[in-house]
């Protein structure tokens, strides 16, 4: 898989081609997230969507909790960024825009530039609810299938191999210039505003939304050994044809972690420390480092 380039890129939005929209798969919401905030970089960021329960569905993650004192206004508190030197973007120059800051290669082969920022606002928003839709992700899947390895007795962990899934996009999303992205996002801003607002989503101001979800998601635990898992029961005559995409949890905490949390887990120990460093990075970048460290 091809690095991102590291040139300067000068593409008119007529040159960049937008991929059609892909069936969905799971792939790392992280990542989404990381290169979905390519206006900020977006889980996870992804692969294949975490494993879903469908036999004993928990109960939906809640929203990540505001922050104690915190102001009644949202935007008072993580107002909306500024963009520096640069005019704010329309819609249709989102994607040239976006192949500057990845490269033409980082671009072609992560982000799904059509409707580019209803993906990210939706994705990001779920991020910290139970489920996230691939079919809405603002990335591409990953390639080759989630597996498992034998583990104590007779119960199955994800295989250490898994996590060479993700390293490629892992490095990419570390390569982006964390202020570069922070820029841009800023310059996109008004139109992802928007499209938040259509949606009608749970806070009132996107900015305050992200820096949430980006404090939710560095909250993901680290377990110290291979995590368990288990094929969901599936009740009926049809036998399922992709096995792959109905493993869960054994550990019912870890079952009942958000679908940004839970993408964070699968990605591998290394991978969700990588992934972590970046968006403390961009959460720096978006609220400056003493605010955001007084937040958490």
């Known amino acids: 898989m091809t690095h991102p380039e590291t040139s300067e890129l000068r593409l008119d939005p007529a040159d960049v081609r937008v991929a059609p929209p892909r069936s969905p798969r799971l792939l790392p919401i992280v990542a989404g997230a990381m290169l979905g905030l390519a206006a900020v970089g977006a889980w996870v960021w992804w692969s294949q969507q975490p494993p879903q329960v469908v036999a004993k569905a928990p109960a939906p993650a809640p929203a990540p909790a505001q922050p104690s004192g915190a102001p009644a206004d949202p935007a008072s508190q ?8 640069a005019p704010p973007l329309n819609e249709r120059e989102i994607p040239a825009a976006l192949a500057q800051l990845l490269g033409r290669s980082g671009f072609a082969t992560y982000i799904q530039a059509d409707d580019f920022p ?4 939706a994705t990001l928003d779920n991020l910290a609810r139970e489920h996230a839709p691939p079919s809405v992700w603002p990335v591409m899947p990953m390639q080759g299938r989630f597996t498992v390895a034998d583990g104590p007795g007779e119960s199955q962990v994800i295989a250490p191999a898994n996590a060479q899934r993700y390293a490629h996009f892992v490095a990419f999303v570390s390569s982006v210039d964390s202020a570069a992205a922070v820029q841009l996002y800023a310059r996109m801003y008004p139109v992802l505003q928007q499209a938040y607002r259509k949606l009608g989503l749970s806070d009132p101001h996107l900015n305050y939304r992200l820096v949430r979800v980006i404090d939710h998601l560095l909250a993901t635990p680290e377990p110290s050994g291979p995590l368990q898992v288990q094929l969901t029961e599936v009740k009926g005559p049809v036998p399922s044809t992709r096995p792959w995409v109905r493993y869960e949890y054994v550990d019912p905490e870890l079952e009942a972690l958000s679908a940004g949390q839970k993408a964070m887990l699968r990605v591998g120990p290394e991978n969700e420390r990588k992934l972590k460093l970046k ?3 961009l959460r720096a970048e978006l609220v400056g480092p003493q605010r955001g460290a007084a937040a958490r």
């Open 78 to 85: 993580f107002p909306a960024p500024v963009a520096v030197g």
């Open 118 to 121: 209803r993906r990210f606002v």
């Open 279 to 281: 968006l403390a990075e």
